[in-house]
Every structure is written in structure tokens, then in C-alpha cells.
């Protein structure tokens, strides 16, 4: 089961881009990258999911290295309403392979 | 709007009682999924149903009962609760549980255990 490692929180200015970097050393093969985002009081939100490279959405960036090993999520130019947790969550959902959310990051934006 | 919806969205209960936590999702997924969040802790997985078949049990306390009664309703049944188990309980699902299909929450019950 691959575990996540992410700072525990960042802090950053209207405008800015943000980037979340993820370390999972032992990610497997069959493994992919999801990113979450997750507001006081409500469920976790998906982001963006990747497996190797780089993947683009509306919303955010994830960059992949070769060796998977780390990802870094990219929020282009935040806004104070981007304030919330960023979960990397590594790993499927086959049958004996259960997922975990690791602690997430705490991103605060000022303006 | 998810597409999956929680109710009820507060509970306060006493250690004695028997309550149930309701879950509802209308994105025609086949995979359901029971999470645990706790102050200043992860999201802890409890159970989760594929295609109405329990498929894991994360050592989850019999004082919590999952049921899944068809791919679109997911319940937890709780009973003689202790005060550590008061968190909010998430409730999400995906396409199937083989995949890596992204889930999606609902907004949670907040419990309370006096």
C-alpha cells in the first residue's frame, strides 16, 4: 500500500500559482495519482488524477516524474477561495487494496 | 451538488441509542464507500461495498453496522456509541471498486455522542 507524504500546510497570495508536491516512494505499477480538495464541513472534491507525465484540467495541473515516485499539483493563479485541503491519494481500488488518505496539505490564501 | 447526498446532515445521540446514517447516490455507480474523519485526523476507510457485496471491512467495531441494500443506497447503523466515535462520517462511490475511478463524497454527517 503506498503512503503519501505532503507538507503539512503552505501558505501563498491571491495570483500566486501554488504548487503541492507528493512523495510515494513505493507507488506500485498498477497504482494512480488522484488529488482531492476538501472544504471545512464538506466531503473531498476531485481534482485531478494522473498516471505518468502531465495532465491538465480547468482547474489545476499534475505533473508526474518518470519514476512516479513524487507528484506535484499545480494551481494556477489561487484565489482566496482556494483555500482548503489538498489530499494525494496513490494507489486503486481493487479488491484487498484499500485506499488511504494521508494528512493532507492546508493551503491558506492571502489576499 | 455531488450527486451523492447525506442525511441527516447533524446528529446528536446518546451512548444508548440506535441510529442510522443514510446515504444516496444518483451517478449510477456500482461501488459505495463509508469514510471516518475525526478532528486533526486523516480520512479513516470503514467499509466498502462493490456491486452490494461488502468487499472490505477496515477492523471496524460491530457497534457500526454497514448495510447495502442496492447500489444506489448505502446505510451505517449505529448502536451503544462511544464519545470517541463522534466525527464526520462520509459517504462516497465510484464507477466500480476494480478500477481507479475517482470517488465521489458527499458532505458528511456530523455525529455527536453525548
Known amino acids: 500500500l503506498a503512503k503519501t507524504t505532503q507538507p503539512i500546510s503552505m501558505d501563498s497570495y491571491e495570483g500566486q500559482e501554488v504548487n503541492i508536491t507528493c512523495s510515494h516512494n513505493?507507488?506500485?505499477?498498477?497504482?494512480?495519482i488522484t488529488w482531492y480538495q476538501q472544504f471545512p464541513s464538506q466531503g473531498p472534491r476531485f481534482i485531478i488524477q494522473?498516471?505518468?507525465t502531465k495532465v491538465t484540467n480547468e482547474v489545476a495541473s499534475l505533473f508526474i516524474p518518470a519514476d512516479r515516485k513524487s507528484s506535484t499539483l499545480s494551481l494556477p493563479r489561487v484565489s482566496l477561495s482556494d483555500t482548503a485541503v489538498y489530499y494525494c491519494l496513490v494507489g486503486s481500488n481493487n479488491a484487498g487494496n484499500m485506499l488511504t488518505f494521508g494528512g493532507g496539505t492546508r493551503l491558506m490564501v492571502k489576499p | 451538488e455531488t450527486g451523492v447526498t447525506q442525511t441527516p446532515r447533524h446528529l446528536v445521540m446518546g451512548m444508548t441509542n440506535k441510529k442510522s446514517l443514510k446515504c444516496e447516490q444518483h451517478l449510477g455507480h456500482n461501488a459505495m464507500y463509508w469514510y471516518k474523519q475525526s478532528a486533526k485526523k486523516p480520512l479513516e476507510l470503514m467499509f466498502v461495498?462493490?456491486?452490494?457485496?461488502?468487499?472490505e471491512n477496515n477492523s471496524v467495531p460491530s457497534r457500526f453496522s454497514p448495510e447495502c441494500p442496492n447500489s444506489s443506497h448505502l446505510f451505517l447503523h449505529l448502536h451503544t456509541l462511544q464519545p470517541e466515535d463522534s466525527a464526520l462520517y462520509l459517504c462516497?462511490?465510484?464507477?466500480?471498486?476494480?478500477?481507479?475511478?475517482?470517488?465521489?463524497f458527499g458532505d458528511g454527517t456530523r455525529l455527536s455522542i453525548l
Open positions: 461495498y462493490n456491486f452490494k457485496e461488502q468487499t
Open positions: 513505493n507507488i506500485a505499477t498498477n497504482d494512480y
Open positions: 494522473g498516471y505518468k
Open positions: 462516497a462511490s465510484s464507477q466500480d471498486g476494480w478500477g481507479h475511478q475517482p470517488q465521489h
